[in-house]
């Protein structure tokens, strides 16, 4: 029986990675996973090693200060790679702590097949040299990125993105006058990154429920986050929580989004947004030095340009996000603007299937390196 190992550390990957253990089953039931991620992953038939919660950490200085435990879980990881029989290593983005798994199975000889790749072409090139040496395929989940790895020497290879392969990001955008009055708000998936936007949160709610009256507004809830994370949004009156996020972008009028993937969730759901984030200020000024695009957000990124808004650390304010969100809900030309954008990136993206095209690329090249 093959054994693999897999690592997600976010829940954006525990669900891409779900969806990619549940297709390489389709090709080979016999397979065993085992490794690091949360319970989508465990559904799909892995054994988790440690918690995704705990591994769920974003920012330099916030990984800073769990060190210690970031070196427990590579050691013991390291430890599974080198003593037992693994076939395979599958990093799922997540690529601070996956590179440097990537390199201990490498020296194990362990095949190690990166499903997602990291974003180098926003953090710089200085991890290509690394990824070269350490990954035998990379599956790009952009176009235009398989040909930057390819000009590393990276074997690359397109697969699509996982996103489309949800039902409810197929469908066809709703329009202004077919949407609710309703404002989203997407404050994070991390009970970390809501203790971080609470008082930007909870500030710009009340200014929503001042300048827009008629317009209810809700929290996309995550399961893994305690109920008690999202009471200091819900003290206004017109506020709700809703635990069914794709389903809240596709029939709101607009929504004020965190940095993330959710960016690109939004736009596949057609939801015209104002982006926003806030971390330490330490994170914020040394990725100040590291990251090289010009866009946070990565519906800007594919577009090249600003077609959304972005409210960075010092210009996170209440003010700045509401006005933002009024004029969008006020500019029917600005609004047709963002959904065309949108379709544009959603073309751009190609056809579903992200997870049996990985999955594929995976058994394959296993086979064709017997």
Same mark, same amino acid.
């Given at each position: 029986m093959k054994k693999f190992f897999i690592s997600a550390g976010e829940p954006s990957g525990d669900a891409h990675a779900a969806r990619l253990i549940r297709a390489i089953k389709l090709l080979d039931s016999e397979i065993e996973f085992i490794g690091i991620g949360g319970a989508r992953m465990a559904e799909a038939g892995m054994t988790s090693l440690f918690p995704l919660s705990e591994m769920s950490v974003v920012g330099i200085w916030e990984v800073a200060k769990k060190f210690n435990f970031f070196i427990h879980v590579l050691n013991e990881c390291k430890s599974i790679l080198n003593c037992e029989k693994i076939d395979a290593f599958i990093p799922v983005d997540y690529p601070g702590f996956n590179l440097k798994l990537a390199s201990a199975a490498k020296k194990a000889n362990i095949p190690v097949l990166y499903y997602i790749a990291p974003q180098l072409w926003a953090w710089g090139k200085n991890r290509a040299a690394k990824l070269q040496k350490n990954v035998d395929l990379l599956l790009t989940?952009?176009?235009f990125e398989q040909d930057f790895f390819r000009q590393y020497g990276i074997n690359t290879q397109f697969v699509g993105h996982p996103l489309l392969d949800h039902i409810e990001l197929q469908k066809q955008f709703a329009d202004y006058n077919s949407r609710d009055n309703t404002i989203a708000v997407f404050p994070g998936s991390r009970l970390q990154e809501i203790h971080k936007h609470s008082n930007l949160i909870s500030a710009s709610i009340?200014?929503?429920?001042?300048?827009?009256?008629?317009?209810?507004? +809700?929290?996309?809830?995550?399961?893994?986050?305690?109920?008690?994370? &999202?009471?200091?949004?819900?003290?206004?009156?017109?506020?709700?929580?809703?635990?069914?996020?794709?389903?809240?972008?596709?029939?709101?009028?607009?929504?004020?989004?965190?940095?993330?993937?959710?960016?690109?969730?939004?736009?596949?759901?057609?939801?015209?947004?104002?982006?926003? &984030?806030?971390?330490?200020?330490?994170? &914020?000024?040394?990725?100040?030095?590291?990251?090289?695009?010009?866009?946070?957000?990565?519906?800007?990124?594919?577009?090249?340009?600003?077609?959304?808004?972005?409210?960075?650390?010092?210009?996170?304010?209440?003010?700045?996000?509401?006005?933002?969100?009024?004029?969008?809900?006020?500019?029917?030309?600005?609004?047709?603007?963002?959904?065309?954008?949108?379709?544009?990136?959603?073309?751009?993206?190609?056809?579903?299937?992200?997870? +049996?095209?990985?999955?594929?690329?995976?058994?394959?090249?296993?086979?064709?390196?017997?």
């Open positions: 989940v952009f176009p009340n200014l929503l429920s001042e300048q827009l009256p008629d317009y209810k507004i +809700e929290i996309a809830c995550s399961e893994s986050i305690p109920k008690q994370a &999202y009471s200091l949004f819900a003290e206004t009156q017109n506020v709700e929580l809703s635990y069914d996020a794709h389903n809240l972008m596709s029939r709101a009028k607009a929504g004020i989004v965190k940095t993330g993937t959710s960016n690109l969730e939004a736009a596949l759901s057609g939801l015209p947004i104002t982006m926003f &984030y806030k971390t330490s200020n330490i994170t &914020y000024w040394i990725g100040k030095v590291l990251v090289k695009s010009d866009y946070i957000s990565i519906v800007n990124i594919l577009q090249k340009r600003f077609a959304v808004k972005e409210f960075i650390q010092h210009e996170a304010k209440p003010t700045l996000i509401v006005n933002d969100i009024i004029n969008i809900v006020g500019n029917q030309d600005r609004y047709t603007s963002i959904q065309n954008s949108y379709l544009e990136i959603k073309k751009m993206l190609g056809n579903k299937g992200a997870a +049996e095209n990985a999955a594929k690329a995976i058994m394959n090249y296993l086979d064709d390196s017997k």
